[in-house]
């Protein structure tokens, strides 16, 4: 059996967890690939929100698995905060939650060494969500990492001492100011592992390709999205990992030509959270609507996220680096109200206009191009049929298709699991 991709197009926080909860029905494996707990995976069904980190979205469904992949970063501490969170929904996590063996650990001199990084920056920061993951990122590539298969062994605590102690000399040659206290940090740690060795371990590689050989369906979730990838996206105000169609496979083992659908997701406009260029941003009143109504705060951070209209050149670019084969459009409610919407269809550069992404998008380099389409008053939270979308949200979306050529099959227009719509039409 095949695998489907679920991907953010933009710079994350496109509404994956959202979408990925709904989804998961059509499912036996929800698998994780890359990333750690940057992400901040929200759902909202029964009137709660749930904000997801490291566990994939799948694990308020009783009867499917929900795998944390290879290309995962998990950091024990935060892991196990996230499970405390879930205590009162009786998830069988022995059955319902596995780990790759070949998953990285972050250890807490991973999140110190990112935060001497980000400070030794000052403004040139990436504005790094602070949880470890270019540093753990850094190990793996170095082949100096710890992995959860790591932790059946008994010389692992030996591998630990002599990492950590390298990390603590590092972030000496970081001149900078960074108060911790290392012996409580490590305490909070080793007792995290030891409630992580509790859950089950596995070579997700055999489990997914002999999943696939009984003929299970598999939905593979991203984290961030794919600007924020570490080759193709707006270097270095990226994250450390391949956010893109690509992660996929080195994050779960999965042989390219086993992916089937490629669900790429994104927002009616865009949002960034952290430093880098972002060509739409809009700094006045209409980017100040955005933020408030479509309650743009990081679900990690609490940071306020950059916001500004949707930008069709980088988003026919992520199209492109991902197959995309399907788009999910999300958080088409919060652009109702505004009487034009504006839609960025090129960028100049260098005097000339250009579709496709250039090397720099900086704003000394590029202008966008924008075009304008009527906007909608509607209420869309209580919609649930594609034929009552007003006409001006039908014409966007055809727009989007248009100059995609993939269609659109689902709209969300609230953060509810309920308000969702299928367009079958499609
Ligand atoms: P993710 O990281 O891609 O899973 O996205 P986040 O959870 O970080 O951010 C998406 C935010 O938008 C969350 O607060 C969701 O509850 C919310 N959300 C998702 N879909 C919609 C939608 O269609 N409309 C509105 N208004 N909010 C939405
Ligand atoms: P989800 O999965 C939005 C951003 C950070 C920063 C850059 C690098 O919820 O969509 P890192 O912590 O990886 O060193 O940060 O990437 N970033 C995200 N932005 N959503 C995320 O995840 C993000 N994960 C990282 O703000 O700019
Ligand atoms: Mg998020």
């Keep these: ?185 490590e305490a909070e740690f080793f007792s995290a592992i030891e409630i992580l060795k509790t859950l089950t371990f596995i070579d997700s590689e055999e489990y997914i390709a002999q999943a696939q050989k009984d003929g299970k369906t598999i939905l593979a979730e991203g984290a961030q999205g794919s600007l924020l990838d570490i080759d193709f996206g707006t270097y270095p105000f990226v994250t450390s990992s391949n956010t893109t169609a690509a992660g996929a496979c080195t994050g779960l083992g999965v042989a390219p030509n086993k992916v089937n659908g490629v669900f790429g997701i994104f927002k009616a406009y865009t949002t960034r959270v952290g430093s880098g260029p972002f060509p739409t941003e809009l700094f006045d009143d209409v980017g100040a609507t955005m933020a408030k109504v479509g309650n743009e705060f990081g679900a990690v951070t609490g940071r306020p996220r950059r916001c500004g209209w949707l930008d069709l050149v980088a988003l026919r670019y992520a199209v492109q680096i991902n197959g995309v084969t399907e788009l999910i459009m999300m958080k088409a409610d919060v652009l109702s109200g505004f009487e034009k919407i504006k839609v960025c269809t090129a960028y100049n550069y260098n005097g000339k206009n250009v579709e496709h992404l250039p090397y720099s998008i900086d704003a000394a380099h590029i202008t966008p191009v924008y075009i304008e389409l009527e906007g909608w008053n509607d209420d869309l939270a209580g919609i649930t049929n594609e034929t009552d979308l007003p006409k001006a949200l039908n014409d966007y979306i055809s727009f989007i298709e248009n100059e995609l050529q993939i269609p659109i099959t689902i709209v969300s227009v609230g953060p509810d699991r309920t308000q969702t719509i299928h367009r079958n039409s499609r």
Excluded: C
């Design 1 to 185: 059996m095949a695998v489907d991709l679920l991907l953010g197009l933009q710079w994350g926080d496109e509404g994956k967890g959202k979408i990925v909860d709904v989804l998961t029905k059509n499912y036996d494996i929800i698998a994780r690939f890359q990333g750690g707990p940057n992400a901040g995976h929200t759902l909202e069904f029964d009137g709660i929100k749930h904000v997801l980190r490291t566990i994939p979205s799948g694990i308020f469904h009783k009867n499917n698995v929900n795998l944390i992949g290879n290309g995962v970063v998990i950091d024990p501490v935060v892991f196990v905060k996230e499970l405390e969170g879930l205590d009162q929904y009786q998830i069988d996590y022995k059955k319902n939650l596995l780990i790759s063996r070949k998953a990285h650990l972050i250890l807490p001199t991973h999140r110190l060494l990112d935060a001497a990084s980000e400070a030794s920056k000052g403004k040139a920061k990436i504005g790094s969500t602070l949880k470890g993951i270019g540093p753990t990122y850094m190990d793996k590539t170095g082949r100096n990492g710890i992995r959860v298969g790591d932790l059946e062994f008994d010389n692992w605590e030996e591998k630990y001492r002599a990492l950590a102690d390298k990390h603590e000399a590092m972030i000496g040659f970081y001149n900078v100011n960074i108060e911790y206290d290392l012996a409580d940090l």
